[in-house]
T-cell receptor, first 117, second 115 residues
Framework: AQKITQTQPGMFVQEKEAVTLDCTYD???????LFWYKQPSSGEMIFLIY??????QNATEGRYSLNFQKARKSANLVISASQLGDSAMYFCAMREGMDTGRRALTFGSGTRLQVQP | KAGVTQTPRYLIKTRGQQVTLSCSPI?????VSWYQQTPGQGLQFLFEYFSETQRNKGNFPGRFSGRQFSNSRSEMNVSTLELGDSALYLC??????????????FGAGTRLSVL
């Protein structure tokens, strides 16, 4: 089974509107972390936001927020007030065993977001 | 503060050759991880080094190896290159202290083409 599932290969959004990118995950580990990264065409992976499995509140970082629904195993990224520079690939990733030395991130297949003027 | 630096940015090699990629982590970061990104397989974890020791390894053949130096800089080596090794190789570093330990910061990658 896929550990990280991103069901939206591509999304369009109008500039200044909000958009939600979906991510569901699968793990039996009680200690895990969820991450979102942005990858522009240049290739660099840019860290956006992080949510720990024990965090009680949803994470927010500027225009980015993570809608964490633990029971449903979903960690959707919400981008408010989209900008043209937000056009990129977005990856959801998970790290299991946060209380161990494991560092490996498991990535989803990504969602290509295009912001239209 | 400088970010993660990967060199070279682009490489063209032929089948059977070997290649070495370099990664300089963010100053103070002790953990370096390597990932391979291809259109078919997506992003896959290769291995992770911490204090010059390989701590985690992904499911890749032994042709893929790495090492880390005392200054935390890391190199990745691929021997006997195959066409399927053509990919973007990404390096990520993390701090190793507190919450920041959980966040991996990536470089711009090395794009390897095997002809």
């Amino acid at each position: 089974a896929q550990k990280i599932t991103q069901t939206q290969p591509g999304m369009f959004v109008q500039e200044k509107e909000a958009v939600t990118l979906d991510c569901t995950y699968d793990t039996s580990d009680p200690s895990y972390g969820l991450f979102w990264y942005k990858q522009p065409s240049s290739g660099e992976m840019i860290f956006l936001i992080y949510q720990g499995s024990y965090d009680q509140q949803n994470a927010t970082e500027g225009r980015y927020s993570l809608n964490f629904q633990k029971a449903r195993k979903s960690a959707n990224l919400v981008i408010s007030a989209s900008q043209l520079g937000d056009s990129a690939m977005y990856f959801c990733a998970m790290r299991e065993g946060m209380d161990t030395g494991r560092r490996a991130l498991t990535f989803g297949s990504g969602t290509r977001l295009q912001v239209q003027p | 503060k400088a970010g993660v630096t990967q060199t070279p940015r682009y490489l063209i090699k032929t089948r059977g050759q070997q290649v070495t990629l370099s990664c300089s982590p963010i100053s103070g970061h002790r953990s370096v991880s390597w990932y391979q990104q291809t259109p078919g397989q997506g992003l896959q974890f290769l291995f992770e080094y911490f204090s010059e020791t390989q701590r985690n390894k992904g499911n890749f053949p032994g042709r893929f190896s790495g090492r880390q130096f005392s200054n935390s800089r890391s190199e990745m080596n691929v021997s006997t290159l195959e066409l399927g090794d053509s990919a973007l190789y990404l390096c990520a570093s993390s701090l190793g202290l507190g919450l920041e330990e959980n966040i991996q910061y990536f470089g711009a990658g090395t794009r390897l083409s095997v002809l």
